[in-house]
């Protein structure tokens, strides 16, 4: 039987980020959920670049977007959001970073809102609420939640670890918290990131860069398990999977369900 996903990516948040914030509940998911807490995203670890390679499986060389400028794909591959349409299933985009929002194509989406993080204050905890009012009166098949502040107040402004970083790594868990405590019976959560960080920047090859956390809570997963060789690549046929929608043929990513 077909599964509802809801995944949180939090921008730029390191494993050891998660897990040192000295949020309660970051230790909590990871207990409760099947993790690789050493998964590696994709080069250049950038965010649009990893963002695509999320939806779409693939490396940047194949979809072609390798800085934070979209350009559309020579030799289109379909997305996340474009097979789970495809399958009538009602899917919803929420988001702080404006630049995320060719990740779908036009008319493939039930909702999409963004609060633009460099147009507003706090756009964690407002795209949070907001996402999970329309999760219990919408129940969506799959939702995308996007958390941006950890990138840009804590790393880029700050530098990654820094004491700003880590509280925004707790604000974010906060986030996360909520929505877990909150989301309807019948919901797999996933929990992840885009790319890491080291001092004021990313983009680069180093384990600080490429290393992202993944969690798996949901009744498919066992809880307190380790995964090995987890690729940013293998969360869309994940969630795929758990929706019964199958992969997209040229998606080099792999279920793990």
């Given amino acids: 039987m077909p599964e509802k996903v809801i995944l949180v990516l939090v921008d730029g948040m390191r494993p050891d980020g998660m897990l040192g914030c000295g949020h309660p509940f970051a230790a909590e998911l990871v207990s409760r959920s099947s993790h690789a ?7 250049p670890s950038v965010t649009l670049p990893c963002h695509m ?30 097979q789970l349409n495809r ?17 779908s194509r036009p008319d ?12 507003s204050r706090d756009t964690d905890i407002k795209i949070t609420d907001a996402a999970i009012s329309y999760i219990k009166a919408e129940m969506p098949d799959f939702i995308f939640i996007y958390l941006g ?3 840009e107040v ?40 885009d790319h890491g960080g080291h001092d004021r920047s990313h983009g680069s090859d ?42 997209v043929q040229e998606w080099e990513g792999h279920s793990l369900v």
């Fill in 206 to 247: 180093l384990p600080e860069d490429m290393t992202i956390p993944v969690c798996f809570c949901g009744p498919r997963f066992a809880p307190d398990t380790a995964l090995a060789g987890v690729s940013i690549k293998d969360i869309a046929p994940t969630v795929a999977a758990l929706l019964d929608v199958p992969a």
């Fill in 53 to 82: 390679s999320l939806f779409h499986a693939v490396d940047p060389a194949r979809h072609g977007i390798t800085t934070n400028l979209y350009m559309p794909q020579v030799r289109s591959i379909d997305g996340l959001f474009d």
């Fill in 154 to 193: 804590g790393g880029h402004d700050c530098g990654w670890m820094s004491e700003q970083y880590m509280k925004s790594v707790a604000k974010a868990m906060s986030c996360i918290e909520r929505i877990y405590r909150e989301m309807p019976e019948g919901y797999t959560l996933i929990t992840t990131a």
């Fill in 149 to 151: 502040e950890t990138d």
């Fill in 37 to 43: 807490l050493d998964a590696q995203t994709v080069m």
């Fill in 108 to 119: 493939h989406l039930h909702t999409a809102v963004c609060f633009n993080q460099h147009k």
């Fill in 87 to 103: 399958y009538g299933k009602k899917c919803a985009f929420f988001y702080t970073w404006e630049e995320l929002r060719d990740l």
